[in-house]
């Protein structure tokens, strides 16, 4: 029998898909499980794998490799897709792509499965990925190709002796990883209807969250986070820590009308508090450590490089230049940032770097002030000579006939 590697959550859709691709394809099954954190699913995957007939079940713990290699990179990028999603499935797909082809070599597989439907963005995001890393594995999407409903799925399961006691659905469709949760479907499908509170499971409301603010020092080496309040710290720690710290001061909530890949829009609720916290801090970093010029052409380069992530296009050569601009850009972003935890939001009330460019002689009013002020009459003339001259020729001569249209003299009227 031919191997096939599956990406397995644990859940209904994809162990529904080991029985279904063992008997109706004829495929000895590896369920593959990555590990990205947050799964609700994880203490039972490897039983109810094996219980639906996998040849095997093997569980790569990613958790580690996602922060340090997508989702900081990512930070440091400043990606955040339509000024509001932080990208938090959108990064953990390439990772996952890459594992599925890297499993199928090593298990001698001749092909690849998901449990992706055929409206959203992850099947793009599988289907491109694993291709452009090896074009002649065969890809296949039960769930996108036969659209098997719940019920279907656990009377299917039934029939061929996989007995597991599914919950009942909840409301919502949920995925999750370290980096942050999405909650959509259900009564979120009205964009007029304020989410109920069982959206939300990592953060607490505004109205619940204390009364008293918490603050934090976030550290950064050349965009890294690397300590919170002085301790060093991996880039999975500090992730942890801050989804729980912000969490329980209610940050992190974002209600956004999203626009998929595949042209349809969508209300998304996500709750990402460390990657809102981290965001604020870093950006307000680089406003210390970057030109003008430098921070206007990375905010452009910034929606390219989070429009590249959420399109699937990770393993492009266009990734590759975008990543070492952004690289370039980070290698004086290093210092500390004290961030205000407090109701629902995450206000950076300080910072400083290593190599500022802040210079408080030249910014202040009092005494200690260095900048000669004489010398801002020469520049005006310098800067502003374009200005008149374009007035004086092409400016003037056209506003003087408009107001000669615009108000006739008294003996035209």
Not at 96 to 121: S, Y
Request: charge should be negative.
């Amino acid at each position: 029998m031919p191997k096939l590697v599956l990406a397995y959550s644990g859940g209904l859709d994809t162990t529904t898909a080991i029985k279904w691709l063992s008997i109706e394809k004829g495929y000895e099954v590896i369920a593959l499980n990555i590990d990205v954190g947050m799964s609700r699913e994880q203490p039972v995957v490897e039983s109810r794998g094996m219980a639906a007939g996998a040849l095997k079940v093997r569980v790569i713990d990613a958790r580690e490799d996602f922060i340090r290699y997508f989702a900081f990179p990512a930070l440091a990028a400043g990606a955040v897709y339509q000024d509001a999603y932080p990208l938090a499935t959108a990064l953990a797909r390439p990772l996952m792509a890459k594992l599925l082809v890297d499993v199928a070599h090593e298990e001698g597989a001749t092909a690849v499965a998901h449990g992706c439907t055929g409206k959203g963005n992850d099947q793009v995001r599988f289907d491109i990925g694993i291709k452009t890393l090896d074009p002649g594995l065969e890809i296949i999407a039960p769930t996108r190709e036969y659209a098997m409903a719940r019920d279907y799925q656990i009377e299917y399961l039934s029939q061929h002796g996989v007995d597991i006691p599914w919950a009942a659905k909840g409301p919502y469709s949920i995925d999750e990883n370290l980096w942050g949760r999405s909650c959509e479907a259900g009564v979120l499908e009205d964009p007029w209807q304020e989410p109920p509170p069982d959206a939300y499971e990592w953060t607490r409301s505004a109205e619940d969250a204390p009364s008293a603010p918490a603050y934090i020092e976030v550290r950064f080496e050349q965009g890294m986070p690397v300590a919170i309040d002085g301790e060093g710290l991996s880039p999975l720690e500090i992730t942890e820590r801050l989804n729980t710290l912000a969490g329980l001061h209610g940050v992190g909530r974002i209600d956004h009308i999203e626009d998929r890949l595949v042209g349809i829009k969508s209300r998304e609720i996500y709750e990402s508090p460390a990657a809102v916290t981290l965001l604020a801090a870093h950006k307000a970093l680089e406003s210390m450590t970057l030109t003008k010029q430098q921070l206007r052409l990375k905010r452009d380069i910034s929606r390219e490089y989070a429009e590249l992530i959420y399109n699937g296009l990770w393993f492009s050569a266009h990734h590759q230049d975008i990543v070492a601009y952004m690289a370039s850009t980070q290698r004086f972003v290093s210092g500390t940032v004290r961030v205000k935890l407090h109701r629902g939001s995450a206000t950076v009330v300080g910072r400083r770097a290593d190599t500022s460019l802040y210079d408080r002689g030249l910014a202040t009013y009092d005494r200690g002030d260095t900048y000669d002020q004489n010398a801002a009459v020469g520049f005006i003339t310098i800067w502003g000579l374009q200005s008149r001259v374009q007035a004086r020729q092409q400016v003037l001569p056209g506003l003087r006939e408009s107001l000669k249209i615009a108000m006739p003299r008294e003996e035209e009227r």
